[in-house]
Structures are given as C-alpha cells and as structure tokens.
C-alpha cells in the first residue's frame, strides 16, 4: 500500500496539502496524483514489453474521468472498453478508435451497430454477437472471448472465467465458432479471456495462458486460422491493507511471455489492468461530520457512504483510512467508520484505530482510483462528489461537484401531476 508524506500533521498527496483540497473543493472528494497513475502505466506496461511486444488495454471500467483517461492515452495505453459509453468516452478523451477494444456481455444489436460506427476493435463474447455482426459488416478485425473454466477475484460476485459462466465462448464450442467467423469471411486476429478481478496470485494468470495458447494451436491446427494477439484479461491484485504483498510483475510477465512464446507463434500479448493503474492512484477525502457512542462502539459519521464508495458495502472490501489533518497521531481507540446513507449496511471501514474524533477532522480513504468514483451513485439524492487532480503541487478540479439540479434534469412531471 502507498504511503503519503507528512508535514507537520497534515497528509501531503504530490506536494499538496490535503486539508487545503478538502477545503477549497468541498467533502467527499476522490484526489488523483496523475504521477502515479503514469508511473503504475509505466510499470505494467515495461515489465512484459521487455519480453515481447505488449499492449496494455487499461480497463476503463474502474475508472472513466475523461482527465485520468487523457493522462493515459498520453502514455500510449490502449483500451479494454466494455459498453458504447466507454467506447465514446475514449474517444472523447482523445484514444484513436485503434487503441479500443470492445468487448461487451449480451451486446444489443443498437449497441454492436454503435460500435462498428465507432471503427474500434471488437471482441465477441458469444455466437448471436458473431451471427449478428455478420448482418452489420464482415470487413472488421475481430476476436473472441472464451470462457477458460478458471475462476479468480476477491469476491465471487467478480469471478468471471469459471465453467458456466455467463461471459465468453464455452470451451466446447470454442473451435466451431472460430470456423464459422472464417466461413462468414472475418478476418480474426486474436483470443481472450479473463479470469475475474483482484485475486492476489499468479496461479489464475499462468493457468488461463496455458489454455489460452492450447487453443492458439487447435485453431491454427483444426482451423487453419494464425492468431495474431493472445490477451489474458485484467484483474491483477493490489495491496489494501498495510502489509499486503505486491504483486510480481517481472514474475508474472516472465512466466506469461514465456510460456506464450514456447508455445506459440503469436506476436503480441495483451493485457487489460483497471485496478492495477488507478487504484493507489486516489484517495478519498471525507469529513467526520458526526461523533456518537453507542454501548461499545465509536462512531465516526463521515459525509461519503456507500453512494461514494460502495466496495465496503458491496463487497466487504477493505480500505485503509487515516486521518488526514491528524497524520502523526496514533490511534487511540477503535471507531466504525459510517457514511450518511439509511441503510444499517453503509459503511466505509469497521474497528479501526484511529486517533481521538471531533467533528470536523478529513478522513483519507485510500485506493479509492478503481470502482470508487465509476461505482458511485445517487442514492437518497444525493448528487456525486468533486474529483480533483494533482500534479507537481498542483491541485485541479477534474469533475465537478453535482449540484441538485443534476438529480431532477432528467425527470419529467406530467402536467396533470403538477396542478
Ligand atoms: N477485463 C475484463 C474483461 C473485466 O471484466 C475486468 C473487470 C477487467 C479487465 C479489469 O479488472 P481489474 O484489473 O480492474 O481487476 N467492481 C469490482 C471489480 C469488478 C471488475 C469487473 N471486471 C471491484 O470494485 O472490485
């Protein structure tokens, strides 16, 4: 996990004081120190292009700011995008259509149509998706993604690649769909497949490469079809808690780059990190708005709930805090960290040592850069947060606050309703 500087009690993100952020831009806040996403860029991206030509399709599911994704695209990044939203963000945010791949889950035939609009790549996860595009265009590079019948992931509701799975190309039907995107006169370029999300060993990683390049030569054998990429999914795990491992990437990539050249002639491999880019990338900041002490336990009322963060609620995840304006002090007592939300589930962090609460202090959430921000929601109407940038003792606003408005601008009251 990432630590921060401390001047004189105040928690300091690249050079800026964090109680002056939380001031200027207002509570809950997700502040991004745009050094550190290009650095963990850097990182991914190097340790396997040492190996073999590489392609890292940031998964922009975790995180979609139009800023974060210009900082990447600068970087040279490709995209993992998973809906015509995320397709269009891209864009927007300056991607050429080539660095895109596409890769939707029960895709509407609106969508696909979308999407070949758009000339970005496209990754099929099923036979209809295949039959359908057939009737849109052939003349368009495509690949598939296949369920490998390995599963990984902190939590089962972000498993992906198991047996049964509702995403990819069964294995059993996994030549066949290749012979008949051939028949159909496509031109396919690669295979794909992801594991799940979070999962903090290699063993998911090595396992899905060793079928994955198993089906590079069975289509090439039994196809007669030369794949040129062979992209192993997201899902790299990072370090939560204080004293949490990080993850090997030199080990990965030489086990991955290894195996993938031993075994086959493909060219380039691909990976789709979201979490491993952004997540460290952010914390949170939020204000304890509300102190109360109920039988044993110490409440610490903060201004962001689960409609800010919902990992811990959703998925018992766990998120170091600190606080912010009291950084060199120690805990002192155990408190629960809970948000503003009318739901006994609302939490952002359980028993934690914290140094005494008053109203007033800034909670700093960290790893708050992947599914923090993309998962936030409106719930009891409450508009979503500011997310600031900084860079080289810089602070700028990158979204801004909603304000009310924002929850009503869609909604439309029938007249007779409003007399
Ligand atoms: N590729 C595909 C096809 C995916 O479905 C995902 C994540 C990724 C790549 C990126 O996975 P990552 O490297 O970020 O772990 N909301 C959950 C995570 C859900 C991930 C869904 N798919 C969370 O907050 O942990």
């Known amino acids: 996990m990432r630590d921060y500087e401390n001047n ?19 509570t809950p806040v997700y502040v991004t120190d745009e050094q550190i996403v290009r650095e963990n860029y850097r990182n991914i991206y190097n340790a396997f292009a040492q190996y073999m030509p590489t392609e890292v399709h940031y998964a922009c599911k975790a995180n979609t700011n139009l800023a974060i994704l210009s900082i990447l695209n600068q970087e040279g990044s490709h ?3 998973v809906s015509i939203g995320e ?45 359908r595009l057939a009737k849109i265009t052939t003349d368009i590079p495509i690949s598939f993604r296949i369920t490998p019948g390995v599963a990984s992931g902190h939590s089962e509701k972000v498993m992906t690649g198991g047996k049964g799975s509702k995403f990819g190309i069964p294995m059993n039907q996994v030549i ?46 039994e196809v007669n079809i030369k794949l040129e990429f062979l992209d192993f999914g997201g899902g790299i795990g990072v370090p939560y808690r204080p004293h949490d491992p990080e ?33 460290d990338s952010t914390v949170l900041l939020t204000k304890c708005v509300d102190i109360k002490e109920a ?28 606080v912010a304006n009291k950084f060199n002090k120690a805990g002192v007592a155990k408190y629960e960290v809970v948000g503003p939300i009318c739901k006994s589930g609302d939490y952002i962090a359980h028993d934690r040592a914290l140094p005494e609460m008053e109203e ?19 719930y009891n109407s409450r508009p979503r947060c500011a997310e600031v940038l900084v860079n080289n003792g810089e602070a700028e606003l990158i979204r801004e606050r909603e304000d009310f408005e924002d929850l009503w601008r869609h909604q439309i009251v029938p007249a007779r309703l409003s007399k």
């Open 360 to 378: 007033g202090d800034i909670v700093a959430v960290y790893c708050g850069g992947a599914y923090g921000f993309s998962m936030s929601s409106n």
């Open 79 to 81: 995209i993992d995008a």
């Open 176 to 221: 066949d769909t290749y012979a008949r995107a051939k028949d159909l006169g496509f031109d396919v370029k690669g295979i794909h497949a992801h594991t799940g999300s979070g999962g903090m060993t290699t063993d998911p990683f090595t396992d899905v490469v060793d079928v994955l390049c198993e089906m590079v030569n069975r289509i090439e054998e």
């Open 8 to 26: 004189k009690g105040t928690m300091m993100i690249d050079g800026v004081s964090s109680v002056d952020i939380a001031n200027k831009f207002g």
């Open 295 to 322: 039988g044993m336990k110490k409440f610490v009322g903060v201004d962001a709930g689960f409609n800010t963060l919902i990992r811990p609620a959703l998925y018992d995840s766990y998120h170091y805090v600190a």
């Open 247 to 279: 993850a090997d990437l030199n080990e990965l990539a030489i086990l991955i780059t290894d195996t993938i050249q031993e075994e086959t002639d493909i060219k380039t491999v691909a990976l789709e990190p979201g979490r491993f880019i952004v997540c």
């Open 87 to 131: 397709v269009l963000t891209c864009l927007k945010a300056g991607f050429p259509a080539e660095r895109i791949m596409y890769t939707g889950v029960n895709v509407s035939d609106e969508e696909l149509a979308q999407v070949v609009q758009t000339g970005c790549r496209i990754n099929l996860d099923s036979r209809s998706e295949l039959e």
